[in-house]
């Protein structure tokens, strides 16, 4: 009985000088559930009394979560519902299961350590071991652990052109920008100019993704080129598609491009292209996309959403937590998407269709985050005045 305790309270609580003569008390249960917690145990597991009487809420005490802070109790496991604070008493009408709601940790990384000072940082991408991260002014920097960041002399190939995205793949990072300039390499250090005079001329190159043996690289004024090593460029005629796209992503077989005026396209082999017939995002820029859990989900601006199973047909979210803040970027990894956007705001999904918003990390950032990728067991999110933030995914 005395083990039993340490998981289950009873509370007898005795009514006859409150309760009317011939009232019945009815006794219910409030279940406490860890979600998902790493250490520890909720002391008590449960609370048995009357209907209607407060009942106290059980603290942390020893309930940990790898890499998250505990807030106290919700009627969701994703948070979404009723809080319950830790150590406050509340009453309850019915059997009610409360979950521990947890905040997702993230570790503030100033402009001096990230190498850009107060410089605006685009993009971000793992490959082999490394983070590459670059930005405006043609700006760069690599890390081995997401934490600790090195500055890359750009001059002599990007010589002060901002760059907006970079990819991994067949042993090369790629990285674009505007002016239609690209650059590669083997290291993520040392970094080699490419020409791309006839395929993108001097036209802003926005994205680049790596899928089924291609880099596909997207950009403006309809303008889209594929390439088996990431050196040597082959233009793709997109005219017929209209189609400015900001975003570029594989998964399940598939590219899919998508950004102005809400459009979007997919392709089998980067080469072939068909256009999505609706996107769900109206006229709405689109910015972002990824891959991962079966499905492809896309961010723009008015905070909105969508997902696809097939690349193809699209559904909006109903509710992505960013409100109408512009949303910049997605990434998938640990199992998680993670989307971030302007006025600091960042949400985090399991299925890309329901979505949490991640509390905190508008003091992190101040203003936009502009992207974020995983690796190595970290997200790792850039953004405006040469601001990075890590979350060490456990």
Not at 75 to 103: C, M
Not at 166 to 185: H, L, P, Q, R, T
Not at 295 to 311: E, L, T
Request: hydrophobic share 40%; with cysteine.
């Amino acid at each position: 009985m005395k083990r039993m305790s340490m998981f289950f309270a009873v509370f007898t609580l005795v009514f006859a000088a409150c309760k009317a003569p011939g009232s019945i008390s009815i006794p219910i249960t409030v279940t406490f559930n860890g979600n998902g917690h790493t250490g520890g145990m909720v002391v008590p597991s449960a609370l048995l009394g009357p209907a209607g009487l407060p009942m106290p809420m059980p603290v942390q005490g020893s309930l940990v979560k790898t890499a998250y802070t505990f807030r106290g109790w919700n009627t969701q496991p994703n948070g979404s519902g009723t809080d319950y604070i830790a150590g406050g008493s509340y009453s309850f009408a019915a059997d009610t299961t409360l979950y521990a709601k947890w905040k997702i940790d993230w570790t503030g990384i100033d402009g001096t350590a990230s190498a850009f000072g107060t410089t605006i940082i685009l993009g971000i991408a793992y490959g082999d071991g490394k983070f590459v991260a670059a930005g405006y002014n043609g700006k760069m920097a690599w890390s081995g652990n997401g934490v600790t960041w090195t500055g890359i002399d750009t001059t002599s190939t990007f010589n002060g052109s901002y760059i907006y995205g970079i990819a991994y793949g067949n042993g090369k990072f790629v990285a674009v920008g505007w002016d239609g300039k690209m650059a590669w390499s083997a290291d993520g250090v040392t970094w080699t100019g490419i020409d791309t005079t006839s395929t993108f001329g001097p036209s802003r190159i926005y994205g680049i993704a790596w899928g089924g043996g291609k880099f596909v690289a997207v950009g403006e004024d309809d303008k889209m080129a594929w390439s088996a090593d990431g050196v040597t460029w082959n233009a793709v005629d997109t005219s017929a598609l209209g189609l400015i796209a900001r975003g570029i992503a594989w998964g399940g077989g598939k590219f899919v491009a998508a950004g102005y005026d809400g459009k979007m396209a997919w392709s089998t082999d980067g080469e072939m292209w068909n256009a999505v017939g609706t996107s769900t995002f109206g006229t709405s820029l689109i910015n972002g996309i990824a891959y991962g859990g079966g499905k492809f989900v896309a961010v723009g601006w008015d905070g909105k959403m969508a997902w696809s199973g097939n690349g193809e047909t699209w559904n909006a979210v109903g509710t992505s937590t960013f409100g109408t803040s512009v949303i910049m970027g997605i990434a998938w990894g640990g199992g998680k998407f993670v989307a971030v956007g302007y006025d600091g705001k960042m949400a985090y999904s399991s299925n890309g269709v329901t979505w949490t918003g991640i509390d905190g990390t508008a003091s992190t950032f101040g203003t936009g985050i502009m992207g974020i990728a995983y690796g190595g067991g970290k997200f790792v999110a850039v953004g405006s005045d040469g601001t990075m933030a890590y979350h060490e995914y456990p």
